[in-house]
């Protein structure tokens, strides 16, 4: 019997042995978890030893217990290539959920600013009025300085022939009506490109905010 039982132990460790023998270096400052450590390579062969394996680095390692109950799992050991794609998509992962948290948020505070397509109605209207206000004011101004510029035209009338004898405040008061008559064309220019942003602006929001509001709708009693 006592034959017998140390036959099985040494053809154990006959068995055991080499593949115990094969400790691979650990990374340095990888965490080893305590353990046996087992796995099937490529080949089929089941390993065991008391950290990492290396011929097991491209596939899952079991950790066991002394018990012989699965105590931890580690993933494939991946290359530097696996590791910068691994960290670009989780990168491209992570900015899709940030993008998608901030739409959430915008469209919160879409609803909550405009509840109803009324309200967006007047806000709009209020926009385009403020800006009405101000191109109204520049075409006041430029209608005065056109009545300025006829007055101005009179007296150049007697220096027709030869501009250059006008007095030489005449010449200045035509060069200053000049300017600022471009200057508020090109102020109403852009109020009125202005107009058309504020509008596109509100267009877009009212495409949102139409689907925001059917998804919000209260469902319909029956």
Known sequence: MLL???????????????????KPPVAPGAPVITGVYTCVDAKGRVLTADRPIADCTDREQKILNPSGTVKAKIGPTLTAQERAEQ?????????????????????????????????????????LAQIGVVVQAAKNRLEELAKQR????????????DPE????????????????????????SEQEAEIRRVNVRFDDELVRLRQLWTLTAPAPSR
């Open 4 to 22: 017998k039982s140390l036959h099985k132990t040494l053809l154990l460790a006959a068995l055991v042995g080499p593949v115990w023998a094969q």
């Open 87 to 127: 960290e670009q998509r989780e990168k491209r992962e992570a900015d899709e959920r940030n993008r998608a948290a901030d739409e959430k948020r915008r469209d919160r505070a879409l609803l909550t600013r405009y509840p109803t397509k009324a309200v967006h109605d007047q806000e709009r209207a209020e926009a």
């Open 150 to 161: 006829g007055s101005i035209d009179q007296e150049m009338e007697f220096y027709k022939k």
């Open 165 to 188: 004898k006008a007095p030489a405040y005449v010449r200045r008061q035509l060069e200053e009506n000049v300017q600022s008559q471009a200057v508020q064309r090109r102020f109403i």
